[in-house]
């Protein structure tokens, strides 16, 4: 955990946040800011060591944590993710879908099976994650949904139409569904970051990477969203490299 300023006004004291895709890369940082801020978060992802990891390594810094491996593109184990999450902690109030996978393959070259992973995964999952957390964050009287888009759900490239399309269904689904809890105290948003500097799709961060955001940029962003007041909704947010690569 890079951040250090214990002393900062953002406070998420007394509430539960899921984060999922939480292990790594901005998942990771974002459930690191979470718990510095005094949230009890839950650590979900595929990986179940990387998932205790993750949540051993905020504990040890004070925070509270509960690790969850979950796959999101199964049903019962997201609805397992939320039964854990409210057993454990008694509710919800922010839900984080970070999780995301994606194939750079042109599409006469993209097999069904991957297709269904990263529409499964980055579309479906995060449908199923919502309708299982909606109650509960009804019956707290409110909260945050916040989806992880991508700036290429609107810049499509060759060899991501997959990721691109389950991008931009996301943007979609993230509108309609805002529209839909504003009456019920939830407030969605979601989050189109550029190039950022992970581990994504089994790529190895390299010095070259020094001109795209950091995790921790994109983890500030769903801070400042959770820190606006009450009466404002930032409903869409676009981040990228200030200084792109040349």
């Known amino acids: 955990m890079e951040k250090q300023d214990l002393d900062r006004l953002f406070r998420l004291d007394g509430r539960v946040a899921i984060v999922t895709g939480g292990s790594r890369g901005i998942g990771r ?138 991008k931009a269904g996301l943007n979609a689904f993230s509108e309609a569904l805002m529209l839909e809890l504003r009456p019920s105290n939830i407030r969605v948003s979601y989050v189109l970051p550029g190039s950022v500097a992970t581990g994504f799709s089994g790529r190895q961060v390299t010095d070259g990477d020094a001109w795209k955001l950091s995790p921790d940029d994109v983890a500030q962003v769903i801070e400042d969203l959770l820190d606006h007041p009450k009466r404002s909704l930032p409903s869409r947010v676009e981040i990228r490299p200030s200084r792109p690569n040349k």
Request: glycine share 12%.
């Open 29 to 166: 940082a974002i459930a690191e800011g979470f718990a510095l801020a005094g949230a009890k978060v839950v650590v979900a992802s595929r990986k179940a060591d990387a998932c205790a990891e993750t949540a051993e390594a905020i504990a040890k810094r004070g925070g509270e944590a509960l690790a969850v491996a979950t796959h999101m593109g199964d049903l019962a184990q997201l609805e397992r993710l939320v039964a854990a999450t409210v057993e454990r902690f008694g509710g919800i109030d922010v839900l984080v879908n970070n999780a995301g996978v994606g194939v750079g393959e042109p599409i006469s070259e993209l097999s069904c099976d991957d297709w269904s992973r990263i529409i499964d995964t980055n579309l479906t999952g995060v449908f199923n994650c919502c309708s299982a957390a909606i109650p509960n964050l009804v019956k707290r009287g409110g909260g945050w949904i916040i989806n992880i888009s991508s700036l290429a759900s609107k810049n499509p490239f060759i060899g991501g139409a997959a990721y691109c399309a389950s």
